[in-house]
Nanobody, 124 residues
Framework: QVQVVESGGGLVQAGDSLRLSCLVS????????MAWFRQAPGKEREFVAAINWSGGTTYYADSMKGRFTISSDYAKNTVYLQMNSLKPEDTAVYYC?????????????????WGQGTQVTVSS
């Protein structure tokens, strides 16, 4: 089993930056791809970005390109989400997820293990 724990959320002002971290533990050999999703109040969970551990190939939702950057540190079993120029509409709970599959996918059903989420609130 793979465990996923997010950290780094908080309250920031519009225009600020924030970096989220996602630590993977347990049977990490079963984790081949990682992704960030977010869910705002009253809205469906939304794909943000994905990365694979081998090679660092990334995949972004079109609306996230430019301001958000996903990266990974294989030695630390950690995935990051750097968020710049934050806007109030970025306010959401951000979730990290792990997939045993190698491909990068945007559907939440493609991911096997999920963290509890970390709250990001952007004030105007």
């Amino acid at each position: 089993q793979v465990q996923v724990v997010e950290s780094g959320g908080g309250l920031v002002q519009a225009g600020d930056s924030l970096r989220l971290s996602c630590l993977v533990s347990g049977r990490t050999f079963r984790s081949n791809a990682m992704a960030w999703f977010r869910q705002a109040p009253g809205k469906e969970r939304e794909f943000v970005a994905a990365i694979n551990w081998s090679g660092g190939t990334t995949y972004y939702a079109d609306s996230m390109k430019g301001r958000f950057t996903i990266s990974s540190d294989y030695a630390k079993n950690t995935v990051y989400l750097q968020m710049n120029s934050l806007k109030p509409e970025d306010t959401a709970v951000y979730y990290c997820a792990s997939s045993a599959a190698y491909g990068l996918r945007s559907r939440s059903s493609s991911y096997d293990s999920w963290g509890q989420g970390t709250q990001v609130t952007v004030s105007s």
